[in-house]
C-alpha cells in the first residue's frame, strides 16, 4: 500500500506519518517512510538547492521537484511497494499540482495527468490531507529557528496552498483516495483517525484478516 501525507507546512504531516509508520510496524507490517524532496543521495542533494533558494523560478522548482521524485520513485517506492512493504511518503505529486500549479499560477504547466503520465508514477492508495488554517500553521512555525524558503513565505501563498488542496481533494478523480481530516484535532486523537481510516483502506486493498 501506497500512502501520502499532504497539507500546507506546519499542519502535522511530519509527525502524523511518523506516528503512523511507528503504529504499522508495532502491529506487523513491514513499512518505508520517505520524505519529498528528497529520500535519495542525489534527491537531498537537490532539497538542498531548493529549499534554500528563495527567488527561484516556478518552473525551475518544479523541474527539481520532479527529478528528485523521479530518483525516489525509482529507485525506493517502487522496490519496496513490489516487496509488499506499505510505503508512507510525506508529500508526493500532489504538492507540486498545488504549490507549484494552483499557488503560483503554473496550472497550465503542472497537469496531473501530464506529471503522471511523464514519469510513469505510481498513484497513492491513500492520501492523508491536514487542513489547518495557514494563520494557525504561521503561529506554529514562528517557534521554528529556521524556516525553508517555503515556510517563510506570505500568507497569502499559504491561503492559496490550502485552496489548493481542498478542490484537489474534491475533485471527481482523486476524491476517492483523499482523507481530508482537520489538523487542529489533538494529536493523538488524530493519531488514532488516521490509524483507522489507513487499516480500513489497506484492508479494502489487500486481503487480509487484520481488522482495527
Not at 19 to 32: C, M
Not at 96 to 125: F, R, T
Request: net charge neutral.
Amino acid at each position: 500500500m501506497f500512502i501520502t501525507f499532504e497539507g500546507i507546512d506546519g499542519c502535522g504531516k511530519t509527525t502524523q506519518s511518523t506516528a503512523l509508520e511507528a503504529t504499522l510496524r508495532q502491529r506487523g507490517f513491514d513499512v518505508v517512510r520517505v520524505r519529498e524532496p528528497g529520500g535519495t543521495g542525489p534527491g537531498e542533494a537537490l532539497r538542498e538547492i531548493l529549499i534554500n533558494n528563495s527567488g527561484m523560478e516556478t518552473l525551475t522548482e518544479l523541474f527539481i521537484l520532479c527529478a528528485s521524485r523521479m530518483e525516489l520513485t525509482r529507485k525506493v517506492i517502487e522496490p519496496a511497494l513490489k516487496a509488499g512493504k506499505v510505503v508512507i511518503s510525506d508529500r508526493y505529486f500532489d504538492s507540486s499540482l498545488v504549490m507549484q500549479g494552483h499557488a503560483c499560477g503554473m496550472e497550465a504547466w503542472v497537469k496531473a495527468q501530464d506529471i503522471i503520465a511523464l514519469m510513469n508514477l505510481p498513484q497513492p492508495h491513500a492520501t492523508v490531507l491536514l487542513d489547518v488554517d495557514p494563520a494557525v500553521t504561521k503561529t506554529r512555525m514562528e517557534t521554528r529557528a529556521n524556516l525553508d524558503q517555503f515556510e517563510s513565505r506570505v500568507l497569502g501563498y499559504h491561503k492559496r496552498v490550502r485552496r489548493g488542496f481542498l478542490r484537489l481533494a474534491e475533485s471527481p478523480e482523486y476524491r476517492e483516495r483523499f482523507i481530508v481530516l482537520d489538523g487542529n484535532t489533538d494529536p493523538e486523537a488524530l493519531k488514532e483517525t488516521i490509524v483507522k481510516k489507513v487499516i480500513n483502506r489497506l484492508h479494502e486493498i489487500v486481503p487480509t484478516s487484520f481488522h482495527y
